[in-house]
C-alpha cells in the first residue's frame, strides 16, 4: 500500500509539473496582440475594396462610406507604422527569445504596449464601422 501511494505522489508530482505554464512575458503579450490583429489585415483590404465602390455617392451616406474608408487606411498605416518602429526598437532576439531588456529597452516596451493595444482598437473599430455600414447599405 505504501508503495502505491508513493507511485501515485510521484505520479502527481510530474503530471503537475509538467501542467505548470510559465506566465507569459510582456514582450509575450505584445506580440499576442500584434498576431490577433495582423491576420484582420486582409479583412481591412477587403473593406476598402468594397467602399471604393461606393465613394462616388455624394450622398450624406457617401460622406460616412468615404470616412469609414479613411478610418481602415489609417488603421492599415497605424499597424505598418508600428510594425517598423517596433522592430527598429527590438532586436530577434529580444522578440523571439526572451533576450533581457536594457531598462530603456523596458521602457520603450512599456510604450509598445500601450501602442499596440490602441492600434488594436483602431482596426477592430475600423472594421467594425465599415460592416455595420455596408450591411446596413443591403
Keep these: 500500500m ?21 506566465e507569459p512575458t510582456q514582450m509575450q503579450n505584445v506580440m499576442a496582440i500584434h498576431d490577433e490583429v495582423m491576420p484582420q489585415m486582409g479583412k481591412l483590404g477587403d473593406l476598402v475594396g468594397e467602399l471604393n465602390a461606393k465613394e462616388n455617392d455624394s450622398t450624406e451616406l457617401g460622406k460616412k462610406y ?17 510594425m ?9 532576439d529580444e522578440i523571439l527569445n526572451g533576450k533581457e531588456l536594457s531598462e530603456q529597452k523596458q521602457q520603450w516596451l512599456d510604450e509598445e504596449e500601450e501602442k499596440v493595444k490602441e492600434l488594436k482598437r483602431e482596426i477592430t473599430e475600423s472594421i467594425a464601422n465599415a460592416e455595420a455600414l455596408l450591411e446596413g447599405d443591403e
Excluded at 4 to 22: G, V
Excluded at 66 to 82: E, G, R, Y
Excluded at 84 to 92: K, L, V
Design 2 to 22: 505504501k508503495k502505491l501511494f508513493l507511485f501515485a505522489a510521484i505520479a502527481f508530482l510530474c503530471l503537475s509539473s509538467c501542467n505548470e505554464q510559465k
Design 66 to 82: 468615404m470616412k469609414a474608408k479613411k478610418d481602415l487606411q489609417a488603421a492599415h498605416k497605424s499597424m505598418m507604422d508600428w
Design 84 to 92: 517598423q518602429n517596433f522592430g527598429n526598437r527590438f532586436d530577434p
